[in-house]
T-cell receptor, first 116, second 111 residues
Framework: NAGVTQTPKFRVLKTGQSMTLLCAQD?????MYWYRQDPGMGLRLIHY???????AKGEVPDGYNVSRLKKQNFLLGLESAAPSQTSVYFC???????????????FGDGTRLSIL | KQEVTQIPAALSVPEGENLVLNCSFT??????LQWFRQDPGKGLTSLLL?????REQTSGRLNASLDKSSGRSTLYIAASQPGDSATYLC??????????FGTGTRLQVFP
């Protein structure tokens, strides 16, 4: 049972470089989310998707783009990385929207991204 | 704007103690509240989910309570064990369908 898989697990970038984080889920969930976790600030929602082909902005969307071309995959892109984007990124999926109908989200193990 | 606060930020207790973790939120208009566990280098695992109409939920040695009117929730861990050592996060789901997380309580249970 893979659940939610994130790749890569670690990455170091230089300022200005671009990269894509991949999230894959095998639970046939409609909803998928990208969060970032920073010390002292908790998890904050970057973008989310309510189904294949849809995306929406979360709390901190600036500097990121997302795509959901296939139901099982949710990609997070950084077009021009900045040191302020150094963080741990978590992907999550769920069968309903953020706990409605009382179904919790399932999380991946995170991607640790450092931008120099 | 909904804000979620967890106190204490860190807690160290000997094995066997019963302990209480606290979570407070500023806007009582929530749909549910969840408690998660996070192990170092890992993602979040959902422990308990309390609907806004409920007062508490129990799972094994864990009991979570919710007082929506006062904006508070507690996670009670009975007979703590070293395996309970982790960071515990609470999150509230508002009617805008966004999960707002607290900053967590880092728990260490020593033998």
């Amino acid at each position: 049972n893979a659940g939610v898989t994130q790749t890569p697990k670690f990455r170091v970038l230089k300022t200005g470089q671009s990269m894509t984080l991949l999230c894959a889920q095998d639970m046939n969930h409609e909803y998928m989310y990208w969060y970032r976790q920073d010390p002292g600030m908790g998890l904050r929602l970057i973008h989310y998707s309510v189904g294949e082909g849809t995306t929406a902005k979360g709390e901190v969307p600036d500097g990121y783009n997302v795509s959901r071309l296939k139901k099982q995959n949710f990609l997070l892109g950084l077009e021009s990385a900045a040191p302020s984007q150094t963080s741990v990124y978590f992907c999550a999926s769920g069968p309903v929207l953020n706990g409605r109908k009382n179904q919790p989200q399932h999380f991946g193990d995170g991607t640790r991204l450092s931008i120099l | 704007k909904q804000e979620v606060t967890q106190i204490p930020a860190a807690l160290s207790v000997p094995e066997g103690e019963n302990l209480v973790l606290n979570c407070s939120f500023t806007d009582s208009a929530i749909y549910n509240l969840q408690w998660f566990r996070q192990d170092p280098g890992k993602g979040l695992t959902s422990l308990l989910l309390i609907q806004s109409s409920q007062r508490e939920q129990t799972s094994g040695r864990l009991n979570a309570s919710l007082d929506k009117s006062s904006g508070r929730s507690t996670l009670y861990i009975a007979a703590s064990q070293p395996g309970d050592s982790a960071t515990y996060l609470c999150a509230v789901s508002s009617y805008t369908d966004k999960l707002i997380f607290g900053t967590g309580t880092r728990l260490q249970v020593f033998p």
